[in-house]
């Protein structure tokens, strides 16, 4: 049995490595922190027509997401109420219906048992249909166009669990007057690490960037201009959010270009700059671009429009699914040259990617020792250095991207839902604390 005070201490910044290796806290995840939690299904530009599915996960739960006939999104458990088999193998598609491959069971779109096999002979007409429909999942929020989907019926709404962290997505989600598409068809690989490693890097860590990532600099961006863009990123002094689990921060842009994506990219930004300052303001539009997670799992990196979910499976196993994002209307050369430069970077054969894969494969692999286990890690970078609303970026700031305050605040709601507190009592907790947060700096 575990406790999870001994596990993690974000207000000392300690963090025990076991949560990254133990199979009874990564069965706990499951139940206590993906159970309760909003996670990402879909962009509305990958259900483009009525009939329109897609095949994710909620963790470790395979769910059909379909566009139903009225325009509507449902989602439900890709599984047979029979004996469990998916009732749909394809990854995408257009369907009228969904049959399993077993015993044949079928459903509709909306996920209603529609047929069964020699139902009169097998059943003697006593089954009732309406009852044996797949499980499906109660709470679909659509957010500019980002379909999330909860199995909590407890859980706050979807604006309330986003928070401030809204101000961020924005800057991304909200960011042009045509809306965003992502690039059809999911780029997926598997990575030998805890689902944590990842989506904290991105909630929070630039502190590797410089180390981890010299050679891909050097390697990548032969353009001084774009060469000193990314040194200027790294020197600048930065911001970083964190709330409600979730993260987001980067370095102080001078201007929207130059982009890394290159000049043809260069060019859409220069012609839609007003549109962008116009829906975003102009400092948002330039200090908003970079890391970002939205807790547990979906996470983007704005510099390389790169998109991605961290399926769990297992304590030690991620499945990385990731799509290149793109403003929907702009001109075939700025979308191609966006997608090129995400291929380039981080893609499975990304120069900045396999750097991040590596590195953390490696330090799954250094877990499995039994010393290694029990020797506590030091999140404690720019402890006691918060802020709050920082130049006007709502919510608990820090001054500088050198900092693993949203990493403790990412464990910090881990360690609220893993300890089993209802939604409510997570909010007042998150009240008394902020209380007494204002209350230190005061």
């Given at each position: 049995m575990?406790?999870?005070?001994?596990?993690?201490?974000?207000?000392?910044?300690?963090?025990?490595?076991?949560?990254?290796?133990?199979?009874?806290?990564?069965?706990?995840?499951?139940?206590?922190?993906?159970?309760?939690?909003?996670?990402?299904?879909?962009?509305?530009?990958?259900?483009?027509?009525?009939?329109?599915?897609?095949?994710?996960?909620?963790?470790?739960?395979?769910?059909?997401?379909?566009?139903?006939?009225?325009?509507?999104?449902?989602?439900?458990?890709?599984?047979?109420?029979?004996?469990?088999?998916?009732?749909?193998?394809?990854?995408?598609?257009?369907?009228?219906?969904?049959?399993?491959?077993?015993?044949?069971?079928?459903?509709?779109?909306?996920?209603?048992?529609?047929?069964v096999p020699m139902e009169d002979r097998a059943y003697h007409n006593e089954i009732d249909k309406s009852q044996w429909g797949p499980r499906q999942v109660p709470r679909i929020h659509n957010y500019k166009g980002f379909y999330f989907g909860t199995w909590d019926d407890d859980a706050p709404s979807f604006e309330e669990y986003l928070g401030d962290m809204a101000w961020y997505f924005d800057a991304m989600a909200d960011r042009y007057d045509d809306g965003l598409e992502l690039v059809p068809g999911a780029t997926k690989w598997v990575i030998d690490a805890n689902w944590k490693f990842a989506a904290e890097q991105f909630a929070s860590d630039m502190y590797h960037v410089p180390i981890s990532h010299s050679s891909g600099f050097v390697a990548l961006f032969e353009d001084p201009e774009i060469r000193a863009l990314a040194a200027g990123a790294l020197a600048a002094p930065g911001r970083q959010f964190s709330g409600n689990g979730h993260g987001s921060g980067s370095g102080l842009r001078p201007d929207l270009v130059p982009d890394p994506a290159g000049p043809d990219f260069d060019a859409f930004l220069?012609?839609?700059?007003?549109?962008?300052?116009?829906?975003?303001?102009?400092?948002?539009?330039?200090?908003?671009?970079?890391?970002?997670?939205?807790?547990?799992?979906?996470?983007?990196?704005?510099?390389?429009?790169?998109?991605?979910?961290?399926?769990?499976?297992?304590?030690?196993?991620?499945?990385?699914?990731?799509?290149?994002?793109?403003?929907?209307?702009?001109?075939?050369?700025?979308?191609?040259?966006?997608?090129?430069n995400t291929v380039r970077t981080f893609s499975p054969a990304g120069v900045f990617e396999t750097d991040d894969g590596k590195n953390w494969t490696e330090v799954q692999q250094v877990l499995r020792g039994h010393i290694a286990r029990q020797t506590s890690f030091n999140a404690q970078m720019g402890l006691g250095h918060e802020e709050r609303d920082l130049d006007g970026m709502p919510g608990r700031t820090a001054g500088d991207m050198f900092t693993e305050m949203a990493g403790r605040g990412m464990y910090q709601r881990w360690a609220d839902l893993m300890s089993g507190l209802s939604w409510q009592e997570i909010a007042e907790l998150d009240k008394r604390r902020r209380e007494q947060e204002e209350a230190k700096q005061s």
């Open positions: 575990f406790h999870i005070a001994d596990l993690v201490q974000p207000d000392k910044g300690l963090i025990n490595p076991s949560i990254y290796t133990d199979p009874e806290i990564y069965q706990a995840e499951l139940a206590n922190v993906f159970a309760r939690s909003w996670l990402f299904l879909a962009h509305d530009s990958q259900l483009p027509k009525k009939g329109s599915f897609l095949q994710t996960y909620m963790a470790e739960d395979p769910v059909l997401v379909v566009r139903q006939r009225d325009g509507s999104v449902k989602a439900f458990l890709n599984q047979c109420r029979h004996r469990g088999m998916r009732i749909c193998r394809a990854d995408e598609g257009v369907a009228k219906a969904f049959t399993c491959s077993y015993h044949g069971w079928a459903y509709n779109i909306a996920g209603e048992l529609v047929n220069i012609e839609r700059r007003e549109e962008i300052y116009r829906r975003l303001g102009e400092q948002r539009a330039l200090a908003v671009y970079g890391h970002n997670t939205v807790f547990p799992n979906f996470s983007w990196l704005a510099t390389n429009n790169t998109m991605r979910v961290w399926h769990p499976r297992g304590p030690g196993r991620i499945e990385v699914w990731s799509w290149a994002y793109l403003p929907k209307n702009a001109p075939e050369e700025a979308k191609r040259a966006s997608r090129l």
